[in-house]
Nanobody, 123 residues
């Protein structure tokens, strides 16, 4: 089992900044990727940013140059620095981790999700 605990959401004015944090804990072999998705009311859950082992990052076009994802592998933690926030960034933000496990001699990978943290951008 893996637990992903998110923090850092809240209410911010347009143009403001927030920093989200997600810490992974539990029993696993290795974390291969960690990232953030978001879901606005009535819309599907979409990728915001992801960080793969080795330092490769990927961003949604809508957040490039405004958001920065980073990881602290010693703490199994991923961060999302969000600057120049816009009302369109309002959503529930979910942390995701691609994690490898062993069950006996069998290896498998699966996705884990956090409970979500609300980000509201409004004046």
């Amino acid at each position: 089992q893996v637990q992903l605990v998110e923090s850092g959401g809240g209410l911010v004015q347009p143009g403001g900044s927030l920093r989200l944090e997600c810490a992974a804990s539990g029993s696993f072999f290795r974390i291969y990727a960690m990232g953030w998705y978001r879901q606005a009311p009535g819309k599907q859950r979409d990728l915001v940013a992801t960080s793969v082992s080795g330092g490769i990052t990927r961003y949604a076009d809508s957040v490039k140059d405004r958001f920065t994802i980073s990881r602290d592998n010693t703490k199994n933690t991923v961060y999302l620095q969000m600057n120049s926030l816009e009302p369109e960034d309002t959503a529930v933000y979910y942390c995701n981790a691609d994690v490898g496990h062993y069950s006996g001699d069998s290896f498998y990978r699966r996705d884990w999700w956090g409970q979500g943290t609300q980000v509201t951008v409004s004046s």
